[in-house]
């Protein structure tokens, strides 16, 4: 079975401070893709990025990095010093990848609220 | 620029009405989606195809149906609306295993429903 937790329903923070979204994840593939999703007010999820089970290396790009960790199962996203413009609804996201698993599908969590107050 | 376009933004149904939610997709995808957005539910997949006239149920599907006559559209249709089916729909498309960049799914804007 996949299931992607976000345990954070909701977040606030003020403009300039970092923030951290949290994700916890559960599956018995040993590959699968892990996908972080941005969605502002206006609805339509945008995707931010993509990692492949077998690379840990952590990425950053300009004010956003994320963190993976297979011995927590855990994909974590961080903005640092968070702007206006970042509020939004971020969904972490699971596709399996091994022989049987229906692949192409994404298993989403339940999302993060952040907003960020100037 | 790729586009995942889905043609009503907001509808309003009575209940037992047969409702139509379209989806067309520009980037010649093979994969297409219906998920629908509850709040505190996240995303929750209804449908999925893989191929022309080839379609998966997801974990939802009850009180919905799909057709894909045509690589570029899928169609989620409700065929006697029901309040509990008021909702957000959202309708995302992926490229086809094997090819660079797949597992994306790239979405459309959403259809609000609302079943009086």
């Known amino acids: 079975a996949q299931k992607v937790t976000q345990a954070q329903t909701e977040i606030s923070v003020v403009e300039k401070e970092d923030v951290t979204l949290d994700c916890v994840y559960e599956t018995r593939d040993t590959t699968y893709y892990l996908f972080w999703y941005k969605q502002p007010p206006s609805g339509e999820l945008v995707f931010l990025i993509r990692r492949n089970s077998f690379d840990e290396q952590n990425e950053i790009s300009g004010r956003y990095s994320w963190n993976f960790q297979k011995s927590t199962s855990s994909f974590n996203f961080t903005i640092t010093a968070s702007q206006v413009v970042d509020s939004a609804v971020y969904f972490c996201a699971l596709t399996p990848r091994d022989r049987g698993s229906t692949l192409g599908r994404l298993y989403f969590g339940r999302g993060t609220q952040l907003t960020v107050w100037p | 620029d790729v586009k995942v376009t889905q043609s009503s933004r907001y509808l309003v149904k009575r209940t037992g009405e047969k409702v139509f939610l379209e989806c067309v997709q520009d980037?010649?995808?093979?994969?297409m989606f219906w998920y629908r957005q509850d709040p505190g539910l996240g995303l929750r997949l209804i449908y999925f195809?893989?191929?022309?006239?080839?379609?998966e149920k997801g974990d939802i599907p009850e009180g919905y149906s799909v057709s894909r006559e045509k690589k570029e559209r899928f169609s989620l249709i409700l065929e006697s609306a029901s309040t509990n089916q008021t909702s957000m729909y959202l309708c995302a498309s992926s490229k086809g295993q094997g090819r660079s960049g797949a597992n994306v799914l790239t979405f459309g804007a959403g259809s609000r429903l609302t079943v009086l």
């Open positions: 980037m010649d995808h093979e994969n």
């Open positions: 195809s893989y191929d022309v006239k080839m379609k």
